[in-house]
């Protein structure tokens, strides 16, 4: 249905331009041809109440499913696997280490593949029926003890410790898009576009904003697991949407960013629909995915914090390729198709500041520049970041001098 209001919309002349055809250039032609929405979506054809019918059961009360999450070796995708515990756990300490098997998620050779899990952080579970059931956000290491390439939170914590007395907090806004099963914006006409953007952000009604019951469904599931949630909008692009976590002292903000992301795609499996947090998902006048990080420090939050926000700035202009290349999951590819210094970004070559611009690579809010102490925003970060990188490089660079 959507699907129909959105065509509705459609721009004949935007459509058909030459240039914008190039668009397709990620689709699969035959399968655009041959969408018919969700039909190709075999989770969405399961039924979604026959679960309930075994939820009800009567397990024993001693017993706790646990959902260990890790990041695998692309920087930027959750791997998960459930265990039965035989006692609540208190704290993270309580919890058993586990093997998996790394050959299996680009982090190790096939002859010494057994990677081990360590849990870092325990959230309850959404998703599963009992009141104890958790999830546990862990970090990866090699069989000699050592932590993967891929596990930039190891490097993020050891940063965070050093300055911990200086309360650095994180806010993390992430963007995503949502694509049906055949890899196309959810809700766009099956050929051609919808109307140019303008009308969808922060928008309501079926003609301009799709899939919000996923977003809220969301939002709550994420309140229920003790992620410090923040809120959510439509985005500039149609089918594309951001929530926000924090503020959030420390590694919190990683830990519940992921944990985030792991719920949204969940939640998404159950519809159907498929999240993707690729930074630019269409080519063309469509706005990109970012995931901007605020950040400050006890003296940013503090009377004459400004002073201190332009000490932290001017850092941060001398290391523009060291924050690049922490700032995607690919060093700065990702982002090259994003920061292109139009649509809402800064250029990835040059850093540049300001009061109230969203053409920035850092952006000081009005009302902190009135208030003369808060936060800052960089607008660098790509949806898909990892956001224990992102956090490392600011701590190195604005509070560490490094
Ligand atoms: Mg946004």
């Known amino acids: 249905m959507a699907l129909r209001c959105a065509s509705l919309f459609i721009n004949k002349e935007f459509a058909a331009s030459s240039s914008f055809l190039f668009q397709f250039r990620n689709l699969n032609m035959t399968s655009v041809r041959q969408t018919h929405f969700l039909r190709n979506s075999p989770n969405a054809a399961l039924s979604k109440t026959l679960l309930d019918r075994y939820r009800t059961l009567e397990t024993p009360k001693n017993l706790v499913q646990a959902t260990y999450l890790w990041i695998d070796g692309t920087g930027e995708n959750i791997r998960l696997k459930d265990r039965v515990l035989n006692k609540v756990p208190k704290s993270v300490e309580d919890l058993p280490n586990w093997q998996y098997d790394g050959s299996s998620t680009y982090q190790a050779s096939g002859e010494n593949s057994d990677t081990t899990l360590i849990p870092r952080a325990i959230y309850r579970d959404p998703f599963k029926p009992g009141q104890n059931d958790i999830i546990v956000m862990c970090d990866t290491y090699t069989s000699e003890g050592k932590p993967t390439p891929s596990n930039k939170r190891a490097t993020c914590?050891?940063?965070?410790?050093?300055?911990?007395?200086?309360?650095?907090?994180?806010?993390?806004?992430?963007?995503?898009?949502?694509?049906?099963?055949?890899?196309?914006?959810?809700?766009?006409?099956?050929?051609?576009?919808?109307?140019?953007?303008?009308?969808?952000?922060?928008?309501?009604?079926?003609?301009?904003?799709?899939?919000?019951?996923?977003?809220?469904?969301?939002?709550?599931?994420?309140?229920?697991?003790?992620?410090?949630?923040?809120?959510?909008?439509?985005?500039?692009?149609?089918?594309?949407?951001?929530?926000?976590?924090?503020?959030?002292?420390?590694?919190?903000?990683?830990?519940?960013?992921?944990?985030?992301?792991?719920?949204?795609?969940?939640?998404?499996?159950?519809?159907?629909?498929?999240?993707?947090?690729?930074?630019?998902?269409?080519?063309?006048?469509?706005?990109?995915?970012?995931?901007h990080h605020n950040f400050s420090t006890k003296a940013m939050r503090a009377d004459g914090g400004m002073k201190v926000i332009e000490e932290a700035i001017k850092k941060l202009s001398k290391q523009q390729e060291r924050h690049i290349r922490a700032y995607d999951p690919k060093e700065g590819k990702d982002n090259e198709r994003r920061l292109v210094g139009r649509l809402e970004t800064s250029s990835i070559d040059k850093f540049s500041w300001g009061i109230a611009n969203r053409g920035t690579s850092v952006r000081i809010p009005r009302g902190v520049a009135s208030a003369g102490k808060g936060y800052f925003e960089d607008r660098r970060p790509s949806s898909n970041c990892d956001p224990y990188a992102v956090c490392n490089a600011l701590v190195r660079t604005c509070l560490l001098n490094e």
Request: glycine share 12%.
């Open 157 to 291: 914590q050891a940063a965070i410790e050093k300055v911990i007395d200086q309360e650095p907090w994180f806010g993390i806004e992430q963007e995503y898009t949502l694509l049906d099963i055949e890899g196309r914006p959810f809700g766009w006409p099956e050929s051609g576009f919808p109307a140019p953007q303008g009308p969808y952000y922060c928008a309501v009604g079926a003609d301009r904003v799709y899939a919000r019951d996923l977003v809220e469904a969301h939002a709550t599931a994420c309140l229920y697991a003790g992620i410090d949630f923040a809120g959510t909008n439509a985005e500039v692009m149609p089918a594309q949407w951001e929530y926000q976590v924090g503020p959030s002292i420390g590694l919190k903000a990683g830990d519940d960013l992921w944990v985030s992301r792991y719920i949204l795609q969940r939640i998404a499996e159950e519809y159907g629909i498929v999240v993707t947090f690729d930074p630019k998902p269409m080519d063309g006048p469509w706005n990109g995915a970012g995931a």
